[in-house]
């Protein structure tokens, strides 16, 4: 069930526009991660995914995302080192139902020597639709302390890489938000 | 394991202090919402606590406050409404183990006719250091629409009494944060 997909490698990678009138379309460079079907274990009383299984399946995205920059947790063991989440944010757009088929895609927004921020969404397979969206930000970190310590030159070279493919996606719609009520009227 | 705790009931409710100068203390209005253990279905190969099961337990915490709110699932049938939730942020700010006793604090920050704003901390059953912070804002629903539907008179004057009992406690540490990679030295 837990399977890494690779919907960007089977994907052209061109695109047509200039990058002041860019649209999103299909063949744009999309980082598929994480791909699952929506499991009862995961739905509430009334069918629907609860709320912190949207977050279980972009957390197995983000494992996806680090098996993809080598650090799985085969080298996890040779490396030593792990991503640790800090602090998220999530948008419940639209429901989402029992044995429904998703997947994650997966944008990286930033980072530094120590610090990676991403932005995860999530659809119904092959889909255009965000359901969901969760920014994430991780924290390098080497487990023998436990305590941060900079990405590998391997990582943050698989890293720019996705970066690069990414370089002509529009920012998530989604992201930097502050929580709060509606201001009255 | 899912007791509904209420600590608040057991407290004195006073505290020493003038409004200007206030400070926590033991005997502050503490509304604890959720107890549980954190059993081996939730953490990961290292033995802690997974992103996803922090937020699983914050989720158990907010069915808490619904039943607290006369809004349980018996309640839910007779009154068809019940919350979603529509976005939340998450603060990790120490890890947790395997077989932990956990607890949750619940504040209301503040609240609309049809919309709750609230803030969860995650502490070890007894303890005032907080393990992890979650600011949720959760829309009340009718669910023969589904559509969004104002707060029952009932509802409100059980969250209006919980807010007044709250009047004295400081604003959380983590609210109303934006996420974003630290600003370059």
Redesign the interface.
């Known amino acids: 069930m837990h399977r890494l997909t690779d919907r960007h490698r089977q994907q052209t990678g061109s695109y047509t526009g200039n990058p002041t009138n860019s649209q999103w379309t299909a063949d744009m460079p999309t980082l598929t991660t994480y791909t699952t079907e929506v499991i009862p274990d995961w739905v509430d ?2 069918g629907h995914l ?4 949207y ?2 399946i ?2 197995y995205a983000t494992d996806a995302l680090m098996q993809r920059l080598g650090m799985d ?1 085969d080298n996890r063991e040779a490396t030593g080192s ?1 991503l ?9 757009l639209h429901e989402v139902k029992l044995g429904a088929q998703v997947e994650v895609h997966t944008q990286i927004i ?3 020597a120590k ?1 990676l ?1 991403l932005y995860h969404s999530l659809h119904l397979v092959g889909g255009d639709k965000e359901l969901s969206g969760n ?3 991780l924290l390098h970190v080497d ?1 023998a302390g436990p305590r941060s310590a900079p990405f590998s030159d391997a990582v943050l070279e698989k890293l720019q890489a996705i970066i690069e493919e990414q370089s002509d996606l529009p920012p998530p719609e989604y ?8 201001a ?1 009227k």
């Open positions: 009383y009334n609860r709320d912190a299984f977050l279980l972009f957390s947790s792990s640790f989440t800090l602090e998220l944010h999530l948008n419940y930033g980072h530094d610090r921020h920014e994430q930000m487990l992201i930097g938000r502050v929580i709060g009520l509606p009255k």
